[in-house]
């Protein structure tokens, strides 16, 4: 079929989407062949680099399976459960108190960030801020607060301030700032922009437009990635203490350098359980709050 | 508001309506007790722990000069001669978080299977599979990372195991959920024209899933090379090895050069990845004008511009 052939009386309708569909066929297998040339070769690359072979691995996997086993070996026999449970965690007090420091730094950070990110969030939003420049430089400076891993900014906190759970709560509390302020402000920009402009035509200014237009609506959704943040903390706390920044962390890479198994064990127990539990009870309100978003509608 | 709709209310009629909608005007005691409660609660916790950790201490003061020195140190970056070493292991990063979310990626699938409720007719084991995969994301990817690099020993071996169980965890979730909420409608008819188990997994189910699957399988590949990048702070390869070496020895600038190098590479994997899910999604045809390009300064149009790729 010419390209002549084609004028507004005699036009196949079936033949013309016959052609249609096999270039778009043709164009969308072009690009799928390319994407996994591309894939393939990243992976041979990879491969390559990082010297993997699954054979290796499986060799290998004896040796972390042991280490499991061994780690969690401390019972022999059902009658003397309560004392060797009472052996096992002979460290409990000094494992729950930083335990509790880990939780702790996880709280603080959440507070102190989500308030100084959720603050921000607002001169961040494209659609709130029409000084360019500023919209600009906080949003850049959120991502990076945000692209910077928490514990490489322990790492960096650990000169000034020592070590200690000081240097841990500063960290999550800039990646909290900076993950926070990115988020609320995909949420302020994506919100109604009517009741903002109601406010203005009342006379409002721009603090009344925040406080009245796009808080309200954002509110829930602030709330939701709180909680989220909060459970993402926690687990961020646990090994802030492998950089020495507070917290359990310590106590586990402590006993793993030193191979007492059973301490491993235990401390791993408390540090997946309480990252469990903290992760239902986050969700737990994070559907109350987004259910009632959803209510009020 | 002299509008011909509006009625003016007299203070009687206004006080009828509110007792006629009590919650509209304000919230039950209840709702604000809870509110007052918890607000003080937050705030005393809070008080206890910033006092706990020093933020009221005259070292915390004190510091703040040290940290200002500490980041005058880290101008102009540099790298010691050591620049190839860095963009060597930001490739171990990158193929670190590939195999280890290729790994992940394809593990979860049966899983998946194994933990939806409409797959799974044993209650017990599609439960149980949850819970696994829970425990699996409960350690950080730093924990599991140690505990592989004590068994097999240091390199990026065990940083790939470490990623790899993590986004196993955390994919199984997703990836049974997206399962649980496909359209029964497909299965019959692959079931009615006589198609067995695999079958219907192929022809039903995969078509419905598949955008969802990859969409996950590479979102979990962006926080894979966040994690690749700090996985070699416990020897589990990857650039973060040199990053807390430097750091470790106080040569700042050389960090402050690694940490711009996992800033670029981060924002570009992001950037890719979020174009390839995009176009996955919306089909090949799809192209986004910035309609707000116009209405910039010419200063925020060029900036704009230069930013595009990184803008999110």
Known sequence: ?????????????????????????????????????????????????????????????????????????????????????????????????????????????????????????????????????????????????????????????????????????????????????????????????????????????WFEEIRYAVIPQVLPNFISYTFWRLALNVQAATVMGFVAAGGIGYELITAIRLL???????????????????????????????GKETLSQ | MKGAATKELNAEEIQKQIERFPRVFSDTFKVRA??????????????????????????????????????????PPTHGGQFWEYVDAIGETLSMALIGSLIGGILALPLAFMAAKNFNPIRALQFGTRRFADVLRAADYMIWGLIFVRAMGLGPIPGIMAIAIIDTGILVILYSEAIENI??????????SGGSMLE??????????????????????????????ILGIVGAGGIGFLLSDNLRAFEFSNALTIILMIIVVVYIIDYGSRKLRERYIRGDDYLQGDENIKKRSFFGRVLAKLTRPFSS
Not at chain 1, 260 to 281: H, K, N, P, S
Not at chain 2, 36 to 65: C, D, H
């Open chain 1, 1 to 205: 079929m010419t390209a002549e052939a084609i004028t507004p009386e005699k036009i196949d309708a079936v033949a013309h989407f016959e052609a249609t569909r096999a270039a778009y066929m043709t164009r969308k297998r072009a690009y799928a062949f390319i994407f996994w040339v591309a894939f393939f070769i990243c992976l041979g690359v990879s491969v390559i680099h990082t010297d993997f072979n699954i054979f290796t691995i499986i060799e290998k996997l004896p040796g972390t399976t042991s280490f499991v086993v061994k780690s969690y070996s401390a019972f022999s026999s059902w009658e003397n459960f309560w004392p060797e449970l009472y052996d096992w965690y002979w460290g409990f007090e000094t494992w729950v108190d930083a335990l509790f420091v880990s939780l702790l730094m996880a709280f603080t950070a959440t507070v102190v960030g989500t308030t100084i990110g959720g603050l921000l969030s607002f001169v961040a939003s494209r659609n709130l801020m029409k000084k360019y420049w500023l919209y600009f430089m906080v949003r850049r400076t959120l991502e990076i607060a945000r692209t910077v891993p928490d514990i490489v900014w322990a790492l960096i906190f650990i000169y000034p301030f020592g070590v200690g759970p000081l240097a841990g709560v500063l960290a999550l509390i800039v990646h909290t700032t900076g993950a926070q302020g990115k988020l609320f402000s995909e949420v302020n920009e994506n919100s109604d922009f009517k009741p903002v402009e109601g406010i203005r035509a009342a006379g409002g200014n």
């Open chain 2, 34 to 75: 809870i509110r007052w409660v918890s607000g003080v609660g937050v705030a005393s916790i809070l008080l206890y722990s910033l006092n706990r950790f020093g933020f009221f201490s005259e070292k915390f003061y004190g510091s703040l000069g040290k940290m200002a020195i500490m980041f005058g140190q880290m101008f």
């Open chain 1, 260 to 290: 007492y198994f059973l301490d491993v064990g235990a401390i791993l127990l408390m540090i997946i359980g309480t990252v469990f539990l903290i992760d239902i009870a986050s969700e737990k309100m994070r559907h109350h709050f987004i």
């Open chain 2, 183 to 192: 359209d029964n409608k497909q299965i019959e008819g692959v079931k009615a």
């Open chain 2, 200 to 229: 219907v997994i192929r022809f039903g189910v995969m078509p419905q899933v598949m955008p969802v699957l990859l969409t996950n399988a590479l979102y979990m590949f962006e926080s894979n090379v966040r994690a690749a990048t």
